[in-house]
């Protein structure tokens, strides 16, 4: 089991900057990938961000790509998302997940266990 909690939400003026934490505890030595999440009112889950916690490699949705940077700091079971230049259409709940060791990094189900997520409202 691993446990995810995620902070740092809240509200922004459009052009704005949020950062948001996910910390884990519990079971995180199988976790190779973490990954970031966001659903708005009435919308599907989307997918934002993934990092490899060996690695820096990363991976962006082509809506936030140059905008958000997704970091991790292994020794504080931290991941990050930053986020820069927000837009209204960046309001949504926002997810942390661990990614299961199959199927492709930006569909959900592919992800076994999920924080609670944190708002973002960003208004005009």
């Known amino acids: 089991q691993v446990q995810l909690v995620e902070s740092g939400g809240g509200s922004v003026q459009a052009g704005g900057s949020l950062r948001l934490s996910c910390s884990a505890s519990?079971?995180?030595?199988?976790?190779?990938?973490m990954g970031w999440f966001r659903q708005a009112p009435g919308k599907e889950r989307e997918f934002v961000a993934r990092?490899?916690?060996?690695?820096?490699?990363?991976v962006y949705a082509d809506s936030v790509k140059g905008r958000f940077t997704i970091s991790r700091d292994n020794a504080k079971n931290l991941v990050y998302l930053q986020m820069n230049s927000l837009k209204p259409e960046d309001t949504a709940v926002y997810y942390c997940a661990t990614k299961t060791p199959w199927g492709v990094s930006s569909t959900a189900t592919n992800y076994a266990y999920w924080g609670q997520g944190t708002q973002v409202t960003v208004s005009l």
């Open positions: 519990g079971r995180t030595i199988d976790t190779l990938v």
């Open positions: 990092i490899r916690l060996s690695e820096d490699s990363t």
